[in-house]
């Protein structure tokens, strides 16, 4: 998508490895956000770090420009640093934006690569940057490379030989008073190092490379020191001059705390000659190392004593990219001597999903959210497992723990990056699970610190039973099964365990009537097919692992309940409209029963959630028409489990979302809470009160809100459900806020910045090709909602490939790694021959089902392929 002006204000475009922090690349060109210590940094500059660019003729300097475009934003000045910045000062000098720069820039995104066209009236050529750090689906260690890739092709207009110097210089981060940098050669890779001499075996400590295989460099290691403007306006004459840049060596003096507002900064410039009209390219890596990592957020309301979080914030942990590399050097030589394959083998993702058979709002979403992954959002431990926050603060992350209710809407990351969910699946069933089977919604840093005091959450709960099928389905990792299998076991139990203080389902009838805490962060009391039908699709999922895993009693007991609980939900809990959730809003009994035990909010439910001036029940959900009223249902669909909600009953209540929690225009819309659309804009809310129906006087928390992963829940849902065109314009809702004009494209926002509940995009894509998968059974196959030729992109535990189908045949393509095939979903009327690679192979057909006589053992390069007559 092509963003260009003011469309292009609020881009911050991630580039940065899974687990590893990123840099910013702005909407005109220039660095922002840089977020490499451990933690975010929203809204800064990246304090003079940029790329600058000169051309020469016979002559002299022809022209010099910085590469980026106008600033859109900021005028009066906003990001602060030390003393005298920020608003009222005018944008960051740190911006360069006080130097010559580009009149023309387009920024074209299309996540993980960014391409910009930079061209001038005065620059004698044009300048193309692509930016991307590798995304690899399946491959999580390429993908999980703490650096920033940048491409340059400069293309020479006039009728004259020219000499273009292409400079990206470089910030120490880390240190302000004592650096050490260094040029070097290693493997025909020339790089600043930018180190320090702080303690590495500290959290504060990191070092960053500048790298490129160009043949031609010049370096200056130092900027000028001095005070005032001096670093800025002495590199600009130097750079501007004929010839290289002359270096500076400061390694062996400390600098003066007081004499500049930033630390020392480094510069490496690639030298290229370019024929009339010829076009010449250039590589260069940013890469950085913070390597250890300590709980520094906040964790005082959990109510531990300041001796346990001293002593837990006193452990430090490697981040897993640092285990990878010793150092930015090591993964700076590492990308630049790689950086084709490396660029290659993510091209090849980008096109296959980019080419898939998709509205244009759905390829945006689908892709766009998939940079959440890159964010500072996401961790990956010492072990290389999978951690994440909800989203980030500006300067921490926005509720820690890979929390369990938030990250069961996620789907993108169980497909792109399978061995990564499964880790954390592994690690909650690990270190999150409590003696009465209940498992805390937040896994704790770092590992192993103690027992987790956050409580269970209903839908977080058994959403990750959910996904521990989903994990194995995309898998067929029986070993990692057995692993974790008696703790998911015990999870399932905790329902109708007499020690479960909040009673979810003491009758096991398949209901869930107890105190039920969820991802609205309060509690549901009485029966609600919002979390009931979580729990059934839990139930479901745990009934067929237990067949896989031979224990058939175990499987007869869920089916059992879930059967009971499929019936009640379908015949009590839907009001002829919509699904709803049971209670008596003026029964202050149902509270008494909940004076005692454990609560997020207090011990004492009467006093959290008894209104005492109208006698009434506080942060319920009552007759109101809840988005996730059918969330259960959606999790089965994508997982191809079979029904849990009646389809009449499914489709009227889907059409009862889009027509009452649908808001047309926001300026009309009533909303308390946070917000994420506004003026004109368009969204979908939590919970709505149609006017026939009671609303509480204090609704379910958030009500009002119109929050992205539970539009994308509800949009998706609807689209597979018949309701193509509501779903469409739910999706186009979202899509239309994150227009790089109002908001950034690649970060939406929800409980702070890169929020990983939007990743439920990602299921636009299952639904859209009707993926089905089971690699334990070599099943694979598509079912489109849509008739016709189609092409969609797929992704499971061993490899990723597209299906296609078109002029009398379908083809299944494996792209990049293997996959093995016994079992083929697709249409099976009229088959004329059926090959794996050029050869026929035997067949036989199942109803919308190819069975193949032996396993088809696909790799990169070779298909099966359907010929119909």
Known sequence: MEYVKEYARQISFPLGGIGTGCIGLGGN???????????????????????????????????????????????????????????????????????????????????????????????????????????????????????????????????????????????????????????????????????????????????????????????????????????????????????????????????????????????LAAHVDAGPGETVSIHFVLSWSNPFMNNFWEITHRGLSQDEIDRRRSKLWKNYYAVLFNDSKESAVYGVKNFQRLYDDTMLYKEAIYNSTLPPEVMDAVTANVAVLKSPSCLRLSDGSFYAFEGVHAHMGSCEGTCTHVWSYAYALAFLFPRLERSARYNEYTYSMQKDGGMGFRIQLPLGCGPTNHRPAADGQYGTVIRVYREFLISGDKEWLSSIWPEVKRSVEFAWNPDNVDGWDQDKDGIMEGRQHHTLDMELFGANSWLSGVYLAGLLAAANLAGIMGETDTENEYREIFQKGCKILNEKLFNGEYFFQDVDLKDKKILEKYNGGVSDHGADAVKSYWNEENQEMKYQIGEGCSIDQAL????????????????????????????????????????????????????????????????????????EETMHGFEYQAASHMIRHGLVEEGLECVRAVRNRYDGKKRNPWNEMECGSNYVRSLASYALLLVYSGFIYDLYRHRIGFNPIEEGDYQFFWSVDTGFGTIQKENKTARLNVLYGKLEVGEFVTDTEGILEVLSGEKPVQYSVQGDTVLFDEIQNLDSGRDITVIYK
């Not at 191809?640 to 808001?663: C, H, P």
């Open 632 to 703: 259960g249902q959606w999790h089965a669909d994508l997982l191809n489990m079979g029904e849990i909600f009646q389809t009449d009953k499914l489709r009227s209540a889907l059409g009862a979302v889009y027509k009452y929690n649908y808001i047309p225009d926001m300026r009309e819309h009533v909303n308390p809470c946070r917000i994420y659309g506004f003026n004109d804009e368009q969204g979908t809310m939590i919970c709505a009160y149609p006017a026939d129906r009671k609303k509480p006087l204090i609704p379910v928390p958030y009500a």
């Open 29 to 267: 060109g220039g660095l922002v956000d840089v977020e490499i210590k451990n933690r975010p940094n929203k809204n800064s500059t990246a304090e003079f770090t940029h790329f600058a660019i000169k051309a020469e003729d016979e002559n002299g300097v022809a022209d010099a420009r910085i590469l980026q475009g106008d600033l859109e934003k900021d005028h009066i000045g906003c990001t602060e640093r030390p003393l005298y910045t920020g608003y009222g000062f005018g944008p960051d000098r740190g911006t360069m934006i006080g130097f010559p720069h580009f009149e023309q820039v387009t920024f074209n995104g299309e996540f993980p690569f960014a391409e910009l066209d930079f061209s001038h009236g005065k620059f004698p050529g044009k300048v193309k940057m692509t930016a991307f750090n590798p995304l690899i689906p399946t491959n999580e260690d390429d993908s999980s490379i703490p650096a920033a890739f940048f491409q340059f092709e400069i293309h020479n207009t006039t009728d004259k030989r020219l000499k273009y110097t292409l400079a990206l210089s470089c910030n120490n981060y880390y240190n302000r008073t004592d650096t050490c940098h260094t040029y070097e050669e290693k493997d025909g890779v020339k790089m600043i190092y930018l180190s320090n001499r702080g303690d590495r075996n500290t959290a504060e400590y990191g070092d960053l490379t500048i790298a490129t295989d160009s043949n031609h460099v010049s370096f200056q290691r130092y900027w000028f020191r001095g005070r005032w403007f001096d670093n800025s306006s002495v590199f600009w004459q130097e750079f501007t001059r004929l010839g290289e840049l002359p270096d500076r060596d400061y390694s062996e003096q400390r600098i003066n705390p007081d004499s500049n507002d930033t630390s020392d900064i480094a510069t």
